[in-house]
Nanobody, 116 residues
Framework: QMQLVESGGGLVQPGGSLRLSCAAS????????MSWYRQAPGKERELVAF????????KYADSVKGRFTISRDNTKNMVYLQMNSLKAEDTAVYYC?????????WGQGTQVTVSS
């Protein structure tokens, strides 16, 4: 059974950093494109960043470029999101997603709150 479990969220002050982790199991992780999405209250879920399987191509939303870094460790079946220089507008539930072909699976989400 495919499973994605996020961790690492929490409360952080503006300008601070957090590192989100997503643990994958039940599928051949290295074959899947992995992404981070977020959803703020009252807003649509939006793509934050993705990293492809073999080439490890990365792409970021304009709002996080230069502040966030997505990475993956195929030996540990993990994907990470390093978030620096956090802003209040980064407050959201962050979701991990795995995709391959027409298939997609989501984690349960982890809350990130940026507030003083």
């Amino acid at each position: 059974q495919m499973q994605l479990v996020e961790s690492g969220g929490g409360l952080v002050q503006p300008g601070g950093s957090l590192r989100l982790s997503c643990a994958a199991s039940g599928f051949t992780f290295s074959d899947w494109t992995m992404s981070w999405y977020r959803q703020a209250p009252g807003k649509e879920r939006e793509l934050v960043a993705f990293i492809t399987s073999a080439t490890r191509l990365t792409k970021y939303a304009d709002s996080v470029k230069g502040r966030f870094t997505i990475s993956r460790d195929n030996t540990k079946n993990m994907v990470y999101l390093q978030m620096n220089s956090l802003k209040a507008e980064d407050t959201a539930v962050y979701y991990c997603k795995g995709a391959k072909g027409g298939l997609a699976y989501w984690g349960q989400g982890t809350q990130v709150t940026v507030s003083s």
